[in-house]
């Protein structure tokens, strides 16, 4: 098969993989238009479709941890770690981890929110892969972002299952100098 092939093949893919992404107007408030991932996830093939394509880019990386952020970021963070054989550190809301944490603050559209990791869920020089569903500003990643650099950790990665490019939150991932990968874009 030429290589030409193959591209068509992973393009037809992605946008099988894109059609199954559901839009919800004026949610969780009206104007959001939310990105819902479920009807992705409730197809086997396809759950299973992007964690290959994702994962498929670290065989031999050496990546040791896969964080992910709170909530869906899990889904997504949990499966990768068991594919790539790394462990799975969380990135959470605050008050929800039990045991210290360290914590950054991000601005959102009214106001400020904060996330929180285990200090002990990174360990200097470790190389990390941080995951979410949705790439939307970029605030939410920056912050998680900042935990694992507070932490010492080497990120190799900087992943996404979808990417809203008109908002160009890529650009302040970019600024902070590490790579960018989203399997889907609208
Ligand atoms: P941001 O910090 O603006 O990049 O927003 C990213 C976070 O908010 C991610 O954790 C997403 O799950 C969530 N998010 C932002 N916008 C959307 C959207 N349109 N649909 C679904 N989730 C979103």
Do not use: C
């Not at 107007?25 to 994702?54: C, E, M, S």
């Amino acid at each position: 098969m030429s290589f030409k092939e193959t591209d068509l093949d992973i393009h037809k893919e992605i946008e099988e993989l894109k059609s199954l992404i559901r839009d919800v107007p004026d949610f969780p408030k009206p104007g959001i238009v939310f990105k819902d991932i479920t009807p992705l996830l409730h197809k086997p093939w396809a759950f299973q479709k992007v964690i290959d394509y994702i994962g498929n880019r670290y065989i031999g990386a050496g990546v040791e941890i896969v964080a992910g952020i709170e909530s869906r970021g899990f889904l997504l963070a949990a499966a990768l770690a068991y594919k790539i054989g790394a462990g799975l550190a969380i990135i959470r809301k605050p008050g929800k981890l039990p045991y210290k944490t360290v914590s950054a603050s991000y601005t959102l559209e009214y106001g400020e929110d904060r996330i929180e990791i285990h200090e002990d869920a990174i360990t200097r020089g470790t190389k990390v892969v941080l995951i979410d569903d949705v790439l939307a500003t970029g605030g939410t990643m920056s912050a998680a972002i900042e935990l694992v650099e507070k932490l010492g950790g080497n990120i190799v990665s900087v992943d996404f299952l979808l990417e809203l490019t008109f908002l160009d939150g890529r650009k302040r991932i970019l600024e902070k100098g590490y790579p960018v990968f989203s399997l889907i874009k609208f």
